[in-house]
């Protein structure tokens, strides 16, 4: 049972949200590109911002020298001839596409608010669907320092694609994606439309060639493709190269953090959290993972303490109550821990963890027909090891 709590404690700190797809966004497509770059061996995504100009992440383009780009719903391939500028701080670039000609997309002017749907699009020369929607988590003000947070779980092929609000203006450009073990749960970020603006003000009209060195957020993109084949030394040595570049990005240490708490360095893990918050300090998943790590080493008052600010920040954060309930369950209030997790389940009823959670903590506090209905529940929504539970306990 200890083995199931730990699995549920590394495995739940982020959270998602349900994505809809009504909208009809045809209409942008076609202002879309997706990015290939030296012999196909690598794909990105962009956007038009005027005939023979498209947006994309510097990352995308760091250390290759030729490429094209196709417009979304064509086959036609555009030479990317080179680029205008670009901003490593921001991971930014402006290329020169000069055969490409199409509608560019509106930036945006006001400013994106909390609780806003937004969409992406995929790139759909890996993925089969077009369209990611969500919402905002974070808006782009001095606290997140031009970042936006989105509830979109943003994948490789995503970089320097357009994230648009309902006006299909855009508002800021994709640009990370969160390291989790659970797809649905990844949350993406993008860089905030004024840094683009900031850009595309310079008006520089020199073209020049490819050829950028592979910088900061390069690494992060190359570490989290070795996560996903589970490099994990890999993905950390390709961290710590990101960070040497550039030691001001705060999804670099954040990376770092939730592959030291998976590998059970909780103490480098809390040492990166700390780093990130410097950098964005109401980074509510810093908070989160920063309050598992100390979980596990056993002060609890100091991981509610983390779970509660992750709360304040995020009210709707299902993981956090999670945690929190598991928190409080160990100090023995178990009445609060059930709330607790009663409210994460609120907010995301279809997550199996949550009614594990909740089974083990009903089971061993005397309620066995309530445990075992939540490992039923937790069984019925794939949880494959519920079985084993419902084996060993309630037959």
């Not at 030296?38 to 760091?62: A, M, P, Q, R, Y």
């Not at 509608?103 to 969409?119: C, R, S």
């Not at 989160?288 to 080493?297: H, P, Q, S, T, Y």
């Amino acid at each position: 049972m200890k083995k199931i709590l730990a699995l549920l404690i590394l495995t739940t700190y982020l959270t998602g949200f349900s994505q809809n797809k009504e909208k009809d966004t045809s209409e942008y497509l076609s202002s879309t590109v997706t990015i290939f770059l030296d012999n196909n061996t690598k794909s990105g995504s962009g956007f038009i911002v005027d005939n023979g100009k498209i947006v994309t992440n510097l990352h995308v383009i760091e250390g290759n020298k030729n490429g094209y780009a196709i417009v979304n719903g064509t086959d036609t391939k555009h030479k990317i001839e080179g680029y205008f500028d670009y901003d490593s701080k921001t991971d930014l670039t402006v290329l020169s596409v000069p055969t490409l000609k199409g509608k560019p997309l509106t930036l945006a002017n006001e400013q994106p608010k909390i609780g806003d749907k937004v969409f992406a699009f995929e790139n759909p020369i890996i993925y089969s669907e077009t369209i990611l929607e969500g919402k905002i988590i974070y808006t782009s003000n001095s606290t997140t320092n031009g970042i936006i947070k989105t509830s979109i779980p943003f994948t490789y092929g995503n970089s320097g694609g357009a994230l648009i609000n309902l006006k299909g203006q855009v508002i800021g450009v994709v640009s990370y994606a969160i390291i989790s073990d659970i797809d649905n749960l990844k949350a993406g970020y993008a860089i905030d439309v004024s840094f683009l603006k900031s850009l595309l003000e310079k008006r520089n009209k020199v073209n020049k060639k490819l050829n950028i060195i592979k910088g900061s957020h390069h690494y992060i993109n190359e570490s989290q493709l070795k996560y996903v084949v589970q490099d994990y030394s890999g993905a950390i040595s390709d961290l710590n190269k990101s960070i040497k570049l550039n030691p001001e990005l705060f999804i670099s240490y954040y990376n770092r953090a939730s592959i030291k708490l998976k590998l059970n360095d909780l103490k480098g893990s809390i040492d990166d959290c700390n780093k990130s918050l410097e950098i964005i300090p109401n980074f509510v998943l810093a908070y989160n993972v920063r309050g598992l790590a100390k979980m596990i080493l056993k002060d609890i008052n100091g991981a509610i303490n983390d779970f509660n600010k992750s709360i304040e920040i995020d009210n709707n954060f299902a993981s956090a109550y999670n945690a929190r309930g598991l928190a409080k369950a160990i100090l023995k209030n178990i009445d609060e821990a059930i709330i607790d997790i009663n409210k994460a389940i609120e907010i995301d009823p279809k997550n199996y963890l949550f009614y594990i959670s909740r089974g083990n903590i009903n089971y061993f506090s005397g309620l066995e027909n309530e445990g075992c209905q939540d490992f039923q529940r937790a069984k019925e929504l794939g949880f494959s090891d519920a079985q084993t539970l419902i084996n060993k306990f309630c037959d």
